[in-house]
């Protein structure tokens, strides 16, 4: 995997949301697999201005969200599609999105149709990613199966806390499952961006950046696909001074 180190999450920030930016000028169909979390506040607030300074095309781009919290409608304030739609599918005019239905009656179900759907538009051209504390990728937990295509995932408990911000900050209002595009399609995008912001993130980096490939840190599998770029800060790879 190809690092980029920046001095500090702004310029690493503002470094990727200039790369996605060229990227999307040359794909303005392209179809992106995005994150949420806070790593990629800043990358789709960078992208939102690129479009109103620079008249960055976004709006024929089609999103596919990673992962959503099973029991979460879309109306919900901390479901991921809630997220994605107010940071940067509505700001960007972005109408054509693949969103998880959190409130599914069967989420199993759900994961099956989303898989199909993405299977049938192509799959994903440029995906961007953040990484767990834990080592997670999109809600890949550690443990889960690298051959795992959508699937329903149980949340661990640092997971949830981690995630605890968007309930008031207590974790067991956070769902106890998730809906997430396994390793296996992740590793179907044909271009990966991953993000390491924050001192937090760097046991998980090290592991995926130089540990062999291993279950226990999903992101390490990501050593086997042939197009990821890593941006991360100093404090993500432990370089800060
Ligand atoms: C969440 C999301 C991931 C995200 C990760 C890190 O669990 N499912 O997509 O990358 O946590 O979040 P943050 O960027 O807030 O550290």
């Known amino acids: 995997m190809q690092v980029r180190a920046f001095p500090d999450a702004d310029a690493a920030s503002e470094a990727t949301a200039r790369w996605v930016s060229a990227w999307i000028a040359e794909n303005p169909s392209g179809r992106l697999g995005l994150p949420t979390g806070r790593t990629p506040d800043a990358l789709y607030r960078h992208l939102i201005q690129a479009r109103q300074e620079q008249g960055l095309r976004l709006h024929d781009l089609q999103v596919f969200g990673l992962d959503e919290y099973v029991g979460l409608g ?7 599609g809630h997220t994605l739609r107010r940071s940067i599918l509505e700001p960007g005019g972005i109408a054509r999105a693949r969103l998880w239905n959190g409130t599914a009656p069967d989420p199993e179900k759900e994961c099956r149709d989303f898989d199909q759907d993405l299977r049938e538009a192509g799959g994903l051209d440029l995906l961007v990613l953040g990484i767990g504390t834990n080592g997670h990728v999109a809600f890949n937990e550690p443990e889960c199966d690298p051959a795992a295509r959508a699937h329903v ?9 981690a995630n605890a911000a968007a ?14 595009l396994g390793i296996a399609a992740l590793m179907e995008a044909h271009c990966v961006v991953l993000m390491a912001l924050g001192a937090s993130k760097h046991a998980a980096l090290q592991r995926a950046l130089h540990q062999p490939p291993d279950a226990a840190c999903p992101a390490s599998w990501l050593q086997n696909h042939p197009q990821v770029t890593v941006w991360a800060d100093a404090q993500a790879l432990g370089t800060a001074t």
């Open 167 to 180: 309930f008031g900050g207590r974790w067991e209002q956070v769902p106890t499952q998730a809906m997430t």
């Open 153 to 161: 995932v149980e949340l661990a408990p640092s997971t949830r806390d």
């Open 74 to 80: 879309p109306d919900h304030p901390a479901s991921f």
